[in-house]
Every structure is written in C-alpha cells, then in structure tokens.
C-alpha cells in the first residue's frame, strides 16, 4: 500500500531517532569503561540496527541515508540528541504541571515548560540553517 | 510563510482534538448534574472553541492575535471560585467524577498534542500561538482539577 504523506513522515521520524540512539550507543560503547556496559551497549546498536532496517524498508530506502550536502554528521547528531532532550523535558514539564495543587507552581513549572520550548527553537533554527533538519 | 504539509499534519491533529473537545464540553456540559460542573464545562466549550479558530486561522495562512488581558480577567474569576469551593467536601457523585477524569486526561493529551507540534514550527509567531493555547489547556485542567479537589474527587498522595 502507499503511504500517505502523514504515514511517510511520521516514519521518517522515527528513522531519525533511530541514527541518533544508534549513533549515541556507537559512541558510549566506545566510551564505556565497564566491559559488562560496553557489551550492552554494542548489543543494542544491533537491536536498533534492526528496527531501522525495518523502517527503512517500510520507506523504500536503504538504512543508510544519503549525507545531505557538508552536513557535519557529529555536529548534526548533537543537536539532535539535544533537541530530544529538550523535547522530552517539555513534555516532562507538561505531565507534572496537570498535578500541581499550588497554582504558583504551575505557573513557574509552565514558564520552565516554555522556555524549554524556546531552547528547542534555537537548536532547530541552528540545525535549519546548516541543513541538518529537514522540514517536508 | 506557506506551511510545509508536516506542519499542517500537526495543526490537522490540533485541530480534531479541539473538535473533540468541544463536542465532549458540550455533551459532558448536557450530563453533569452538579450546576457549578455545568457552567465550568459550558464555559470551557466556548474556550475550546477560540482554540479551533485558532487553529483554522493558523490553516488558513494567518497568525491569531492572542488576547492577554481576556486571559487576566479568566485567572481572576478562576480564583475568586477557587475560594469560595473551600470546604465543600464529602458526598462524591461518581457520575461527575467519572466526567471530569475523563474530561482532564482529554486536556492533558491536548496539551501533549500542543507540546509535540511546538518544536516543529519554523515560524516563531504560530510557535507562540500555538504555546498560549497550551498554556489554557493546562489552565483548563486546573480548573476542573481544583473543582474535583474540592469535591474530594482527586486525592493528592
């Protein structure tokens, strides 16, 4: 079946996330000091190499991508890692401020939320302009 | 700016939650038996329905005014009702109860939806939209959170 244009970013999506935690798992393998982490580490690089193959095929693509013009890999995989960061703190914010009783601190946690939101724009204009994120 | 199709996607989701919520304040608003529940869920349809404005407005190519002080004066009353809801517990009617949980994970999700579509904007004025109406969800789960807090419908542990 053909994917929709929804289907086909959503997916595109998670492809992304995928190079970045198996970029991520690449490296702190490589860092890890304790062998017992190193192993866990190496052995989920060949689990996430699987759901990206996965994915990759839903896509019609091979699993690795073709490198858009001088995009610094290393650079560009920080700044994703980062903008995930600041995405997951945001939606952490957003879960906590629903069971706040004192309404001071919602309104504090909700300005924390914010400027979350706000580092987020910055790595993702950043990322924009050298061509790292890509906007379908 | 002309809006990418990934950034419509999201407004598109936006948009069917805040249909849904308003369909749900209504019918809820119809259900509730509690008078007090009835106004807050009538009023929070006609905030859901600035929200779906909002939203079509943004769809249509336009950056909504954000009105501050109309949400001054919201946070006022919100306040002066908390006060007056003190004391007041007791007898849950569990009907209401059932109501306003389902309609406050309603609100949490919208605001989940708000805070996944943010990050992907380009445009910084639809971020900011599209922040403040995360803000009223947040501020619409407030209201019904306090209003089950003081009918002893929300335990806090």
Same mark, same amino acid.
């Given at each position: 079946m053909q994917l929709s244009q929804k289907e086909k970013m959503l997916l595109e999506d998670l492809q992304s996330h995928e190079q970045m935690v198996i970029q991520k798992c690449t490296d702190y393998a490589n860092q890890a000091q304790d062998p017992q982490l190193k192993q866990l580490f190496q052995s989920m690089v060949q689990q996430e190499q699987q759901h990206i193959q996965k994915i990759s095929q839903k896509l019609n693509q091979t699993p690795a991508q073709e490198q858009t013009g001088q995009v610094n890999q290393k650079d560009a995989m920080m700044c994703q890692d980062m903008l995930s960061s600041k995405k997951y703190l945001s939606s952490v914010y957003n879960t906590a401020i629903f069971e706040i009783q004192d309404k001071a601190i919602r309104q504090e946690l909700n300005a924390i939320q914010s400027d979350k939101q706000k580092l987020g724009e910055e790595i993702f204009r950043y990322m924009q302009s050298k061509g790292m994120y890509q906007v379908h | 700016m002309q809006l990418s199709p990934k950034e419509q996607n999201f407004l598109n989701d936006a948009k069917s939650q805040e249909i849904l919520c308003i369909k749900k304040y209504n019918n809820y608003a119809d259900q509730a038996q509690d008078p007090e529940l009835k106004q807050i869920f009538q009023k929070l349809a006609g905030k859901e329905q600035e929200h779906l404005n909002s939203i079509n407005q943004i769809l249509s190519g336009q950056i909504p005014a954000v009105n501050q002080q109309n949400q001054q004066q919201q946070q006022q009353q919100q306040t002066q009702k908390q006060a007056s809801w003190q004391?007041?517990?007791? +007898?849950?009617n569990q009907q209401d109860a059932d109501l306003c949980h389902d309609i406050l994970s309603t609100e949490k999700y919208a605001s989940q939806t708000y805070d996944t579509a943010i990050?992907? +904007?380009?445009?910084p004025n639809i971020r900011q939209v599209l922040n403040h109406i995360q803000k009223e969800e947040q501020e619409h789960g407030e209201e019904i959170f306090n209003y089950m807090q003081s009918k002893g419908m929300y335990k806090v542990q």
């Open positions: - | 004391g007041q517990t007791g +007898f849950v990050f992907e +904007f380009r445009d």
